[in-house]
């Protein structure tokens, strides 16, 4: 659905999705890196588990929730990716220590 365009020449970022390597740009953000490399669902709900996609990314839903490095209920659209991040789909409510 999303596609980078032809003439990004933005430095190239390489990030851990769910221990998979993806390439992102610098200057992205979570949310927009994933979905530029085709991964749709952020999070999963805490009472239905149902699937859940960035729709403001701006901040205000709060629908982008992923763990980066570890830590839980990360705004992926505010959150700029950085070399080497981790970044984990949030599956239900946030776990205790995460």
Do not use: W
Not at 4 to 26: K, Y
Not at 45 to 68: E, K, Q, W
């Amino acid at each position: 659905m999303f596609k980078r365009s032809d003439h990004d020449t933005r430095p190239i970022v390489r990030i851990l999705v769910e221990g998979t390597a993806v390439e992102a740009r610098a200057g992205d953000t979570v949310s927009a890196a994933l979905l530029a490399s085709g991964r749709d669902v952020r999070r999963l709900t805490a009472v239905s588990g149902a699937p859940r996609l960035p729709y403001c990314m701006m901040g205000v839903c709060f629908d982008c929730l992923v763990t980066i490095d570890g830590v839980g209920n990360r705004q992926g659209c505010l959150v700029p990716v950085a070399d080497g991040m981790r970044i984990e789909i949030q599956k239900g409510k946030r776990e205790i220590g995460r």
